[in-house]
């Protein structure tokens, strides 16, 4: 970081904005409550309330406002270009093969065991998986130094969020790819130590989060005269009294009346698929430990230089990639941290 200053030191002038909470700065520079909304739900990419959010993440609204790109066929069209890029130089994929284990000799990553049995050797490891995964579970807490230890399980899972995906027969009546669905700024903050941290899912009232109408973007995604809309809502992990396969159907029933009746009117008569996936669901198929959508969580303490390093200094020849690394969580942020690596790999391994 030393050395990123003395190379640009206008970075300096930006040090106010990490001390300070996203809050804090986007009251400072807008005033109107309803902008001040619109500008803080993205303190939730971060994986924290706008209260506790470093201040310097109040960027993304700015760059969300300079322009996105949404890949046509989806999300998916992204790890699959990947793939064929990879593929073109000679990478061979192995695809639903589950790795139990991340082989160290000698604190050296030496390759992974599959869950079938199968070993594979490699000079290399890099891994894209949750970082408290990789290192207490894959390779275990006998091949790492103490500190090492004590440091990756001081780390917080990141937050959590109920999807809800639906299909309908009808354009709903939303302007854009993305609707925000608004809460003021100190309400988010309060839901998440009065509802998500004590295990209650919020009232459909008290929701907050995105309405992503795909199909504005990409008609392909669904047939003529149908459309796509995906809703990411509040919800944490560990509910107090229950749990999300008795909470799912009751979830989406409530999500779907509050809408049609508010923000998206006639909503329920028009919904010809729906599906959800719940905090538990992310669980059982992605395998993201407490349904960590953003890897760990990204306060001052878990960022930049004190995130678990792309180069791991505990395991010689293991690289991590992915949102439990830095820059951190999000599509865009989880490809820069491929990139870091990669020029990682290629200074230190030629």
């Not at 990789?134 to 103490?146: A, C, K, M, N």
Request: charged share 20%.
């Amino acid at each position: 970081m030393a050395n990123l200053l003395q190379k640009h030191p206008v970075i300096a002038n930006f040090f106010p904005f990490f001390v300070a909470s996203y809050a804090d700065v986007i009251e400072k520079f807008f005033k109107h409550d309803r902008v001040q909304q619109a500008m803080s739900y993205q303190s939730f990419y971060a994986g924290h309330p706008p209260d506790l959010t470093p201040g310097i993440f109040a960027i993304l609204p700015y760059l969300e406002h300079k322009g996105m790109y949404y890949p046509k066929g989806g999300m998916v069209e992204i790890p699959k270009a990947l793939q064929r890029c990879g593929e073109q130089f000679g990478m061979q994929a192995q695809l639903n093969k589950r790795v139990k284990q991340v082989i160290v000799r000698n604190r050296r990553a030496c390759g992974v065991a599959l869950a079938d049995g199968t070993e594979i050797t490699a000079d290399l490891v890099v891994s894209d998986i949750n970082a408290k995964t990789l290192y207490l579970d894959l390779i275990g807490e006998e091949h790492l130094p103490w500190l090492a230890r004590v440091g990756i399980k001081s780390y917080e899972l990141s937050l959590t969020c109920p999807m809800i995906y639906l299909g309908l027969d009808y354009k709903p009546p939303l302007d854009a790819h993305h609707s925000l669905l608004l809460a003021p700024t100190r309400a988010m903050s309060d839901a998440w130590w009065n509802k998500y941290r004590r295990g209650i899912i919020p009232e459909p009232h008290e929701q907050f989060g995105l309405a992503c109408t795909p199909t504005e973007s990409d008609p392909s995604l669904a047939p003529a005269g149908h459309h796509v809309l995906n809703l990411i809502l509040m919800g944490p992990y560990h509910l107090r009294g229950t749990d999300w396969d008795r909470e799912k159907q009751p979830f989406i029933e409530r999500m779907l009346r509050h809408l049609s009746d508010t923000a998206i009117p006639g909503l329920t008569d028009h919904v010809k698929v729906v599906e959800m996936s719940s905090p538990l669901d992310f669980e059982r198929r992605l395998l993201l430990p407490g349904g960590a959508i953003y890897g760990l969580q990204q306060d001052i303490t878990a960022q930049a230089v004190f995130r678990p390093s792309a180069k791991s200094k505990s395991i010689q020849g293991l690289y991590l990639v992915g949102a439990s690394t830095h820059p951190g969580g999000g599509v865009p942020t989880t490809i820069g941290s491929g990139m870091i690596a990669a020029g990682l790999i290629e200074k230190y391994k030629k």
